[in-house]
């Protein structure tokens, strides 16, 4: 149990006419007051709201009959980013991979925007491609490029030999090792 002692410790005036009183030590018994703190957490932790987790919608494609027919790509409506290295991207329109281009993550957004405003809206997909290199960082601002881009139709597929081929070699050109 706590206590409290209240009782003076000196300064009594002495002299004629003062009376001497008799000092009784006052006891507070603080248990309760522990009862009261647990009961008020408890009730703040119970009555607070958990942050909710975070997470970006993806719409995943239809089934169809025709499992040909449903990734059908216009090859001039393509364009396909790789995040790599050192924060570096690498793009290409269409689906030929030796007309790659280098870029950071400042000039992507325009390059997408552009190719964007060129291609009919509905035929338009970005294909992401982060290569061997590439931090989770970078895929993950990849993602959100697209959604700051209102880009309504992308895909997150693996890099193909030839493709990482052409990111190593525009990389050993640009000088990073």
């Keep these: 149990m706590a206590e409290m002692d209240t ?5 009594h005036k002495k002299g004629p006419g003062v009376k001497k009183s008799k000092k009784l030590s006052t006891r507070v018994d603080l248990t309760p007051m522990v009862d009261l703190g647990f009961l008020l957490i408890t009730f703040f932790i119970f009555t607070t709201t958990m942050s909710q987790p975070t997470t970006m919608p993806l719409n995943l494609p ?8 449903q990734n059908k790509l216009k090859e001039s409506a393509a364009f396909t980013v790789m995040p ?9 329109e269409g689906l030929d991979p030796s007309k790659i ?5 400042k000039t992507i957004r325009d390059a997408i925007l552009d190719k964007k405003r060129r291609t009919d809206p509905n035929d338009f997909m970005v294909i992401i491609k982060p290569d061997k ?5 970078n895929t993950v601002d990849m993602l959100d490029e ?9 895909a997150l597929v693996d890099i193909t030999p ?6 190593q070699k525009t990389e050993q050109a640009n000088g990073i090792k």
């Excluded at 239809?62 to 027919?69: A, F, Q, R, Y």
């Excluded at 790599?84 to 290409?92: F, I, L, S, T």
């Excluded at 281009?101 to 993550?105: F, R």
């Excluded at 290199?133 to 960082?137: E, G, H, I, S, V």
Aim: proline share 2%; charged share 40%.
């Design 7 to 11: 009782s003076s410790g000196g300064g």
């Design 84 to 92: 790599a290295k050192d924060n570096k991207v690498y793009y290409y």
């Design 62 to 69: 239809k089934d169809t009959d025709k499992p040909d027919e």
């Design 133 to 137: 290199d590439a931090t989770y960082k």
């Design 162 to 167: 030839v493709e990482y081929g052409f990111v």
């Design 101 to 105: 281009q280098a870029a950071d993550w």
């Design 146 to 154: 697209m959604k700051i881009d209102d880009v309504k139709r992308y």
